[in-house]
Every structure is written in structure tokens, then in C-alpha cells.
């Protein structure tokens, strides 16, 4: 099962307005992944950080590798109807070889005109 | 721009059938996972090829199941005696090789698995 808790399980935004979101795991990470989901499709890869502090900024979206290593966060900022979906985080432990990850069970974010 | 392509996209089969999926990883890819995904959760992990080699299995992956990625190119997930709880979306990523510290995986658009 998956071992990451990603919160808010849903956001209800105006368009124009910040989101965060953020993930936590039991176990050390020394990978942390957000995707983007649309209905129907598979998962987009949005940003990628592989070090502890690392802030990592791809457009409007903001992501930060926790100190702790077992956390990481998402920013959007001024939101834009296109920025509706499901988005995941996902990790890899330090005690995995081959690189498979684990996921959170995602964020729906809403924007509202 | 070839990402990574699964076959077929949808897939609506009776109880008790064999099901077969196909992935394309993107060329260049050698590492290409497996994951299932159901409604309202990420996905998690099945099974992870390095070439041809299968090299790691999850335990979700029950002896109904089985993988292969024959010429360290495209690999099929088959399920055998499907049963009403396979139904899923069943998604493939692929890696490139080098740099051990950087996984980015992508991922195709998935094949929708629905067992009547």
C-alpha cells in the first residue's frame, strides 16, 4: 500500500489565487517527484528534486525537498483554469535499489473563474 | 516528440478471460516499470524491468500475473483468469540509465482494464 500522506485531499480555488500542497512519508526519501493527472491519462512529470532543502521552480509551480527528507511541498501560484487536475507526489526511499516509487493517494485541485 | 505509447487504451473483458497489455518506453529508455493505478488513489508499483532483466516484483503481482520485456524494448503485462478486482488502470513508466540519483519516470497514458 502507499506509504505517503498527501494533504489536502481536495482544493475548491479561485482562479488567480496561490494553492500548496504537501507530502509526508515514514522513511527517508532521496527522491521527490510531483506529477499531474488528467482524467483518462496517465501522470505528467511537473518537477523533480533529489536534494534535502532543494526549491526547485518550474513556471508557477514551486516545489521544495523537506530538511527532514521525509517531506516535500507544491506551490502553484496564480492559479489558471488549466491548472484543474489531480496532482501526486511521489518518492523514492533511500533503502530502494531500483528506483520504483511510491505515491500519494493526490490532491484535486478546482479552479473556479 | 515519442513518449511513451500502452496498447490499447481501454480494455473490457469477462471474468475468467486473459488480458495482455503492451508498452513503448520512449527509445533511449532502458529501465520500464509497471504500476496499477485504481479509482482515487496514486499508483503502485507492479514489477520493474532493466533490459530485459525483471528485476524486481511487488507483491501485488499474484502468479496470475505475469511480465516480460523479451528484447529489452517494449514488455506485456498479461493477467490471466481475470478477476473483478483487476479492474484498474494499468500504467507503464519509463527511465533512462546513467545518472543514479535522477528518476524521472515517465509515464504513458495508461490501459483502462474493466472485468464484468
Known amino acids: 500500500g502507499q506509504q505517503l500522506n498527501q494533504s489536502p485531499q481536495s482544493m475548491f480555488i479561485q482562479e488567480g489565487e496561490d494553492v500548496s500542497m504537501n507530502c509526508t512519508s515514514s522513511?527517508?526519501?532521496?527522491?521527490w517527484l510531483w506529477y499531474k493527472q488528467d482524467p483518462g491519462e496517465g501522470p505528467v512529470l511537473l518537477i523533480a528534486?533529489?536534494?534535502?532543502?532543494e526549491l526547485t521552480s518550474n513556471g508557477r509551480l514551486t516545489a521544495q525537498f523537506g530538511i527532514t527528507r521525509k517531506d516535500s511541498f507544491l506551490n502553484i501560484s496564480a492559479s489558471i483554469p488549466s491548472d484543474v487536475g489531480i496532482y501526486f507526489c511521489?518518492?523514492?526511499?533511500?533503502?530502494?535499489?531500483?528506483?520504483?516509487?511510491?505515491f500519494g493517494a493526490g490532491t484535486q485541485v478546482v479552479v473556479t473563474p | 516528440d515519442t513518449g511513451v505509447s500502452q496498447d490499447p487504451r481501454h480494455k473490457i473483458t469477462k471474468r475468467g478471460q486473459n488480458v495482455t497489455f503492451r508498452c513503448d518506453p520512449i527509445s533511449e529508455h532502458n529501465r520500464l516499470y509497471w504500476y496499477r493505478q485504481t479509482l482515487g488513489q496514486g499508483p503502485e508499483f507492479l514489477t520493474y524491468f532493466q533490459n530485459e532483466a525483471q528485476l524486481e516484483k511487488s507483491r501485488l503481482l499474484s502468479d496470475r500475473f505475469s511480465a516480460e520485456r523479451p528484447k529489452g524494448s517494449f514488455s506485456t503485462l498479461e493477467i490471466q483468469r481475470t478477476e473483478q478486482g483487476d479492474s484498474a488502470m494499468y500504467l507503464c513508466a519509463s527511465r533512462q540509465e546513467g545518472q543514479r540519483y535522477y528518476n524521472e519516470q515517465f509515464f504513458g497514458p495508461g490501459t483502462r482494464l474493466t472485468v464484468l
Open positions: 511521489a518518492g523514492q526511499s533511500s533503502t530502494d535499489s531500483w528506483g520504483k516509487l511510491q
Open positions: 528534486l533529489y536534494k534535502a532543502g
Open positions: 522513511s527517508i526519501f532521496n527522491t
